[in-house]
């Protein structure tokens, strides 16, 4: 059994900065692509960026210069840096990982605040 553990949420102001980490565990043999998405009240889940295991990233154009998706495949985690943060990207994000044996799972998410 694998599950994905995100940590690094939080609340900030306006134009600051958060990091957040994914890091999956149990029996895994390859991790595939790894990402992140997130959900907004009253609003629809939400890709923001993935990244392949070559290293290969897309992005959603609401965070294309601010964001940057990162992985470390020897330790199985995926990192998502934010900068110039804005209310809009208030939401809580969740870590989706592709497994080759399991398929895709989920993290339980964790909550960003940007306040203004």
């Known amino acids: 059994q694998v599950q994905l553990v995100e940590s690094g949420g939080g609340s900030v102001q306006a134009g600051g900065s958060l990091r957040l980490s994914c890091a999956a565990s149990g029996t895994i043999f390859s991790i595939k692509t790894m990402g992140w998405y997130r959900q907004a009240p009253g609003k629809q889940r939400e890709l923001v960026a993935t990244i392949t295991s070559g290293g290969s990233t897309n992005y959603a154009d609401s965070v294309k210069g601010r964001f940057t998706i990162s992985r470390d495949n020897a330790k199985n985690t995926v990192y998502l840096q934010m900068s110039s943060l804005k209310p809009e990207d208030t939401a809580v994000y969740f870590c989706?990982?592709?497994?080759?044996?399991?398929?895709?799972?989920w993290g339980q998410g964790t909550q960003v605040t940007v306040s203004s």
């Open positions: 989706n990982a592709e497994f080759t044996v399991v398929g895709a799972k």
